[in-house]
């Protein structure tokens, strides 16, 4: 059974930083592109950043390019998200996903190119 926990959301005051975690298990990591989507109330979900499976190629949406950074361990079959410089219109909930191919496809990530999910983690930044 294919388990993703997402973990480090709270809250930050604009311009602050916060990592967050993304642990997946009952799969083989390393063979999956991994991605972060979040969601804004009355918002649809939108990807924000997609990493390949060795980690060679990352795509990042460009309201945070330069400011969050994508990363992943397969040793420890670990996810990063880097936040930094935060804004308030970064609030959302972040989820964590694992894509059907190994590679990110293109430079934008829809919902469709991720199987499984996890539960997400808040993100609230004050301005």
């Known amino acids: 059974q294919v388990q993703v926990v997402e973990s480090g959301g709270g809250l930050v005051q604009a311009g602050g930083s916060l990592k967050l975690s993304c642990t997946a298990s009952?799969?083989?990591?390393?063979?999956?592109?991994m991605g972060w989507f979040r969601q804004a109330p009355g918002k649809e979900r939108e990807g924000v950043s997609c990493?390949?499976?060795?980690?060679?190629?990352?795509t990042y949406v460009n309201s945070v390019k330069g400011r969050f950074t994508i990363s992943r361990d397969n040793a420890k079959k670990t996810l990063y998200l880097q936040m930094n410089n935060l804004q308030p219109e970064d609030t959302a909930v972040y989820y964590c996903?694992?894509?059907?191919?190994?590679?990110?496809?293109?430079?934008?990530?829809?919902?469709?190119?991720?199987?499984?999910w996890g539960q997400g983690t808040q993100v609230t930044v004050s301005s």
């Open positions: 996903a694992v894509g059907r191919r190994n590679y990110c496809s293109g430079s934008s990530q829809e919902p469709n190119d991720y199987t499984y």
């Open positions: 990493i390949s499976r060795l980690g060679g190629s990352t």
């Open positions: 009952g799969l083989t990591f390393d063979n999956y592109a």
